[in-house]
Nanobody, 123 residues
Framework: VQLQASGGGRVQAGGSLRLSCRPS????????VGWFRQPPGKEREFVAA????????YYADPVKGRFTISRDNSRSTLYIQMSSLNSEDTAVYYC?????????????????WGQGTQVTVSS
C-alpha cells in the first residue's frame, strides 16, 4: 500500500490547514492510520492516530484541542484538520497505516508510509 499525502503549504500563525492522505491502490478501511511529523532538525514525532472504525483517536499533547483527525472509509481518505497553527507546527507531515484496526502512537507499529507534505507556519 502506498500512501499519498497532500494539502501542505505555507500558512500564517493562527491559521488553519487540512491535510489529506489516500492510498495509491488498495483501500485502507481495515487499517488504523495516523499522522506523524518531522520538524526541521528534529526527530519524527507522533501527531495523531485513528482506529479503522474511527471509534478511537489519539493525539500528541502539543496538538490536543487544535488538531482533529478523521477518516472517510467510503472515500479511502484520511484527514487531519489543523487549527491555531504556530511556528512549532512547521514540519514535514507523514501519513501512515498499519495492518491492524487499533490505533497506535508508535511509529514502529506502522507498516506503510506516505511521502510527506511540507507545512510551514510563518509568524
Amino acid at each position: 500500500v502506498q500512501l499519498q499525502a497532500s494539502g501542505g503549504g505555507r500558512v500564517q500563525a493562527g491559521g488553519s490547514l487540512r491535510l489529506s492522505c489516500r492510498p495509491s491502490r488498495r483501500t485502507f478501511a481495515n487499517y488504523a492510520v495516523g499522522w506523524f511529523r518531522q520538524p526541521p532538525g528534529k526527530e519524527r514525532e507522533f501527531v495523531a492516530a485513528i482506529s479503522s472504525s474511527s471509534d478511537t483517536t489519539y493525539y500528541a499533547d502539543p496538538v490536543k484541542g487544535r488538531f482533529t483527525i478523521s477518516r472517510d472509509n467510503s472515500r479511502s481518505t484520511l484527514y487531519i484538520q489543523m487549527s491555531s497553527l504556530n511556528s512549532e507546527d512547521t514540519a514535514v507531515y507523514y501519513c501512515a497505516a498499519r495492518r491492524y484496526a487499533t490505533a497506535s502512537s508508535s511509529a514502529d507499529d506502522y507498516d506503510f508510509w506516505g511521502q510527506g507534505t511540507q507545512v510551514t507556519v510563518s509568524s
